[in-house]
C-alpha cells in the first residue's frame, strides 16, 4: 500500500495520473469524497470490482456505488433517465446525494449485486472529481473499510481499517461532509430516500415536486432494498448506547461501576468532563462532519462503550440519527 499526500483543494495532477493508472489497470485506490473516503475500482472491470468486496469483506448482496465526473457520464451506466432524476442531478450534483435508477447492461452484476438498478453519484471532492477525470470510466466506490464498521474521514482510518488490500491511499485531509450520500431510489414513481443523509427529505421533495418517503426500513431478516439498511452497520468498535440528555451522566456511572471504559458524546446533557467525553456542536451538519472522527477516537481511546445524548427528531437530524440508531443496534 502506498499513503500519498494530495492538496485537497488542487491534487497534483502527477500523483492523480498515478492513480487513475491504478484504477483502469484493475487495481484498488481509496480516495477522500467529501461524503467519507471511498475504495474505488474500475466500475466496468468485474474482476477489480471482485477486489473490493475482499478486500471489504463485503456480502456479495451488497451492492456499491458508481461514481462518476459529470451527470452526462451518468448516462454511460443509466439505462433510463427521468424528470426527477435530472431536477435531482441539478440541484445537487456535484454533491452528496446518490440516485439509484435501472441499469445498462455495461454495468457488471457484481457492481448492483445482481439489481437491474445502479446507484450513481457525482461527487464534489476536487480530488475524487480529479480522480474520476483522469481514469476515464466510472468508479464504483463503496466507504474504505471493513465491512460493518464505520466509515472513514480521514486517510488514516483506511489505513487503520485496509492497510495493504488496497493499492494507493490518497490523503485528501479530512472530509467535511462527514456521513454517507442521501441514496434516493428514483426508478419508481415517487422518490424513495434508502438512506437518509444530510439532504433532508423535505429539501428533496421541494426540488423533485413529488412526495418522498423513507424506505428501507425493513426488519433483520426481511430482503433490503437497499442493504445499507442492513441492521449493525456503521457501528465503532465500542457497544454504543443513546440515552436522553437527563440520562446520559448517570448511564456513564453505571458503565464505569460496571468496570467498563465509558465514553461520552453530548450535546447539552450535563456530564463531568473527561477525556472521554466530547461536546458536539448543536448543528446537524457540523455534527455530521466530525461523528465518525469522534467515535474513532473513542475507539482508539479503549472505550467498551460510549454512551450518546439523542439528537433531535428534526428533519436536518435524520441522517445522524440513522446511523446513531444503526451503531446502537
Ligand atoms: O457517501 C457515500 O455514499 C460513500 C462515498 C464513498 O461515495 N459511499 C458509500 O458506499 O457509503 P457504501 O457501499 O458504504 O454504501 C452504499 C449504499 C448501500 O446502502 C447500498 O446498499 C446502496 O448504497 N446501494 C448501492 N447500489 C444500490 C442499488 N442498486 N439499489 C439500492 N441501493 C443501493
Ligand atoms: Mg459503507
Not at 456505488?65 to 454511460?76: F, L, P, S
Not at 443509466?78 to 446525494?97: D, Q, S, Y
Not at 439489481?115 to 466510472?138: I, Q, S
Request: net charge negative.
Amino acid at each position: 500500500m502506498e499513503l500519498l499526500r494530495v492538496d485537497p483543494r488542487q491534487p497534483d495532477p502527477g500523483v492523480i495520473l498515478r492513480a487513475a493508472d491504478v484504477i483502469r489497470g484493475g487495481g484498488l485506490v481509496a480516495f477522500p469524497t467529501e461524503t467519507v473516503y471511498g475504495l474505488g475500482a474500475h466500475a466496468l472491470d468485474p474482476a477489480a470490482v471482485e477486489r473490493i468486496y475482499e478486500a471489504k469483506g463485503r456480502p456479495s448482496y451488497n451492492p456499491i456505488i458508481v461514481h462518476v465526473a459529470t451527470a452526462e457520464q451518468a448516462h454511460d451506466v443509466v439505462l433510463e433517465w427521468n424528470e426527477t432524476a435530472e431536477r435531482l442531478a441539478r440541484a445537487f450534483w456535484p454533491g452528496p446525494m446518490t440516485l439509484v435508477l435501472p441499469k445498462r447492461a455495461n454495468v457488471p452484476d457484481n457492481v448492483t449485486a445482481g439489481l437491474t438498478t445502479v446507484a450513481v453519484r457525482v461527487p464534489a471532492h476536487p480530488v475524487a472529481h480529479a480522480l474520476l477525470a483522469a481514469a476515464g470510466v466510472p468508479i464504483a466506490a463503496p466507504s474504505a473499510n471493513k465491512s460493518m464498521q464505520l466509515s472513514p474521514t480521514m486517510a488514516a482510518h483506511v489505513v487503520a481499517s485496509l492497510g495493504d488490500a488496497v493499492d494507493i491511499v490518497l490523503d485528501g485531509g479530512p472530509t467535511w461532509v462527514g456521513i454517507e450520500s442521501t441514496v434516493v431510489d428514483v426508478s419508481g414513481d415517487r422518490p424513495v430516500v434508502l438512506r437518509p443523509g444530510t439532504i433532508s427529505l423535505e429539501q428533496i421533495e421541494a426540488v423533485a415536486g413529488a412526495t418522498v418517503t423513507l424506505g428501507g426500513v425493513a426488519p433483520a431478516d426481511a430482503p433490503r432494498p437497499s442493504p445499507g439498511m442492513l441492521d449493525r452497520h456503521y457501528a465503532p468498535r465500542a457497544r454504543l448506547v443513546l440515552a436522553d440528555s437527563t440520562d446520559v451522566g448517570i448511564r456513564v456511572e453505571l458503565e464505569r461501576t460496571h468496570g467498563h471504559r465509558a465514553g461520552a458524546v453530548v450535546i447539552s446533557a450535563p456530564i463531568e468532563p473527561s477525556p472521554t467525553t466530547v461536546t458536539m456542536p448543536n448543528d446537524p451538519a457540523e455534527y455530521a462532519a466530525r461523528l465518525y472522527a469522534t467515535l474513532h477516537a473513542l475507539d482508539d481511546a479503549g472505550c467498551d462503550v460510549v454512551v450518546v445524548e439523542r439528537v433531535p427528531e428534526s428533519g436536518l437530524w435524520l441522517g445522524v440519527r440513522d446511523r446513531l440508531e444503526r451503531a446502537a443496534r
